[in-house]
């Protein structure tokens, strides 16, 4: 088995040692929520265009895989920028935002789910049947709450007990709809913005919180009369608009694990280039500066759907305790499990509540990150919606090593990984390295870039 960047990642390591420096550059896998959205909004837009993506993940793939399922044309290459290309050509109509193509067979999203839930609401307006399923992880994730809004609008949607498989029968025009979701979800809302494409009149869609806006950005971007004003998102269809050629920046969600590393670190000083800067997104940056981070930033040319930067991170600052609670959780809710690893280094008790949404990811993640916070000597509490820090209560008054149970989820993985690293726990064994390469297919190279961390093969422990 290999990953994006061609690497076997049956060979990845399982054990990750304390680094004495964490130092170098860095250019990121593309931020897969903007490479979902490039791929499938080109694949519904006029024409063709190039979509280049740097080393794009397992989640990613799926998407490009269930677009070619579907009838998408999308010729895929190595350039000589590095990046992957995939040129993209669709069946959108000025008139018709809609998939080409009938695809009978099931289409796999593997562990994406955003993938699955923006599908949802492109195949709304498609007058077709199709069968959509992922992997155990994915199927355990909720899709009444995006089948629900697309109901109203006149497709048919079944599920299974409220989850995946999911089998959807669009229909054209659809009917513009006012939605409130009950919970602020960038997926949701996409999935209903999609579908919004081809209903007729107007669609709104409000939140009761922010959420990112990447699919307001991205088909604004396009030609689509598509508008957001605070929580609530409007579009006016039916509308079709032309494909683009697209730069995806960095994942400031992968970026997020060496901010943290660095940030950590006594001696450490790092360079992540072109990350994407999106305002929804960098609540990660924002949190770890008030924790006492050294996080300095240099915006590039703001010419294309999202901002794009530099940034670096100087280590040796001391880390404050945090809070985190309310409206701020949906801005962190990825980057969460990583700020549990930076809790714990602190030098005064953190606290993540108002989270429950944690619990329905790739895995309980709750439960998982108290569990591993307690196996390397942290003094932890899970709480129904998050958990209580409280640091520098190790075993013995010392880190402890300690194997990490990750239930194959890639945000556990590399957490766990940079608290090894940086001393946080006295060295990990992670059970399922290979989870990584869903969103970061080449974390564990880059950690043995930036790092002199002692590593062995993965399965050498038991």
């Known amino acids: 088995m290999t990953g994006g960047d061609g690497t076997d990642v049956g060979s990845q390591p399982g054990r990750v040692e304390v680094s004495e420096r964490i130092r170098g550059e860095l250019r990121l896998p593309g931020d897969k929520s903007i490479a979902h959205r490039a791929l499938l909004f080109d694949a519904l837009g006029e024409g063709e265009a190039n979509v280049r993506i740097p080393s794009p993940g397992g989640d990613v793939r799926s998407t490009a895989g269930v677009l070619a399922a579907l009838g998408a044309v999308l010729e895929e290459s190595r350039g000589t920028d590095g990046l992957m290309h995939y040129r993209v050509r669709g069946g959108g109509t000025a008139n018709a935002a809609c998939l080409p193509g009938v695809g009978g067979e099931l289409l796999d999203h593997g562990n994406a789910g955003t993938s699955m839930r923006l599908s949802m609401g492109a195949l709304a307006g498609r007058v077709a049947t199709a069968r959509q399923t992922g992997d155990a992880s994915l199927s355990g994730r909720p899709m009444e709450r995006v089948a629900m809004p697309l109901r109203a609008m006149g497709a048919t949607v079944s599920t299974v007990d ?46 009761p919180g922010p959420t990112r806006d990447h699919t307001e950005r991205l088909l604004s971007w396009l030609g689509a009369p598509i ?40 001696d450490a000083e790092l360079r992540i280039r072109a990350v994407g800067l999106n305002p929804s997104r960098t609540a990660i940056i924002d949190v770890l500066r008030e924790m006492g981070a050294d996080i300095t930033i240099s915006e590039s ?55 429950t949404e944690l619990r329905h990811k790739e895995s309980d993640r709750i439960a998982l990150v108290v569990a591993g916070l307690r196996a390397i000597g942290v003094d932890a509490d899970e709480l129904p919606d998050g958990w209580v820090v409280r640091p520098r209560a190790h075993r013995g008054g010392r880190p402890v090593a300690a194997p990490i149970v990750t239930h194959g989820d890639h945000r556990i993985a590399m957490a766990f990984a940079i608290a090894a690293v940086t001393g946080v726990a006295d060295g990990v064994t992670i059970d399922d390295p290979a989870c990584a390469e869903v969103s970061y297919p080449t974390f564990w190279t880059d950690l043995a870039q930036l790092t002199n961390a002692g590593t062995v093969p993965a399965g050498a422990f038991r």
């Open 227 to 266: 508008r957001r004003d605070g929580c609530t998102t409007t579009v006016e269809g039916p509308v079709g608009f032309r494909a683009r050629d697209i730069d995806v920046p960095g994942d400031i969600s992968s970026a997020a694990f060496w901010l943290a590393a660095a940030a950590l670190h006594p």
């Open 301 to 355: 040319d703001p010419t294309g759907p999202e901002p794009v930067g530099d940034l670096v991170v100087r280590g040796g600052a001391t880390i404050r305790g945090i809070r985190i609670d309310g409206a701020r959780v949906a801005d962190l809710i990825d980057e969460l499990p990583l700020l549990a690893i930076v809790m714990a280094a602190a030098d005064g008790p953190s606290e993540v509540r108002d989270a």
């Open 162 to 207: 409220g989850h995946a498989p999911v089998t959807i029968r669009g229909a054209r025009p659809l009917i513009a709809i006012h939605h409130d979701l009950p919970v602020a979800s960038a997926q949701v809302l996409g999935a209903v913005s999609l579908a919004a494409l081809a209903a007729d009149g107007r669609t709104t869609i409000a939140t």
